[in-house]
């Protein structure tokens, strides 16, 4: 089945640094690929809507300038954690539609982010 | 927010059938009934989704009432690996963005 990969699975760095995570659709196309957040005992929290080629659609309440995404190119978005705070640790996770290939989404392992 | 309700948490005895739950009392005639699972620390699963008749893959089976309005995933032979919180959800489209709600935590006991 489709496959969607992230990169790190987890990764540690200090407060005031910049992260980069991201998200691969490793066998389809995804002109649509989607962020999500997550706290411990928590639900997942849609953050944005990475579309290819053209700008992110984030949700409300969520910085665009601090979660910086790119889309470039059917295969790959990327998140940007910029100025990283201790507050900003969490679960990353990413989905993506396989379009015709399945009636379902298919969401990557996710990537840990602890900020010290 | 989501459109769905669903009880915070279960309890299922190994080798017993899980019932989960969901009402969906709003849902539009064009929305599809969606479930996925989430094991601790990973991404979300799909599971199964269905429109108006009963569906059963090799995973579970859903079963949707006839007003739409609630729907039951159903773990047939539950193992403790299916220990997860477990989302349902409506939509539209495949490709829609997913609202996830709080889920079940279901606890499978040995």
């Known amino acids: 089945g489709a496959v969607v990969s992230q990169h790190p699975s987890w990764v540690i760095c200090k407060s005031g640094t910049s992260v980069k995570i991201e998200c691969r659709s490793l066998?389809?196309?995804?002109?649509?690929m989607f962020w999500y957040r997550q706290f411990p005992k928590q639900s997942l929290m849609l953050m944005a809507t990475?579309?290819?080629?053209?700008?992110?659609?984030?949700e409300q309440g969520v910085e665009k300038d601090k979660f910086l995404i790119n889309h470039a190119s059917l295969t790959l978005s990327t998140l940007t954690v910029t100025s990283a705070h201790p507050e900003d640790s969490s679960f990353y996770i990413c989905?993506?539609?396989?379009?015709?290939?399945?009636?379902?989404?298919?969401f990557g392992p996710g990537t840990r982010l602890t900020v010290l | 927010d989501a459109k769905t309700t669903q009880p915070t948490s279960m309890d299922c005895a190994e080798g017993r059938a899980a019932n989960l739950p969901c009402n969906h009392s709003?849902?539009?005639?064009?929305?599809?009934v969606y479930w996925y699972r989430q094991i601790h620390s990973q991404g979300p699963q799909y599971i199964i989704h269905?429109?108006?008749n009963n569906e059963t893959n090799e995973m579970a089976s859903l079963i949707i009432t006839e007003d739409r309005k609630s729907s039951t995933l159903i773990l047939p032979h539950a193992t403790l690996r299916d220990t997860a919180v477990y989302y349902c959800?409506?939509?539209?489209?495949?490709?829609?963005?997913?609202?996830f709600g709080k889920g079940t935590r279901l606890h499978i006991l040995p």
């Open positions: 269905g429109l108006k």
């Open positions: 959800i409506v939509r539209v489209r495949r490709d829609d963005k997913i609202i």
């Open positions: 990475s579309n290819e080629g053209s700008k992110a659609t984030y």
């Open positions: 989905s993506a539609p396989p379009g015709l290939l399945s009636n379902e989404q298919f």
């Open positions: 066998d389809f196309q995804a002109t649509t």
């Open positions: 709003t849902i539009s005639g064009n929305e599809y």
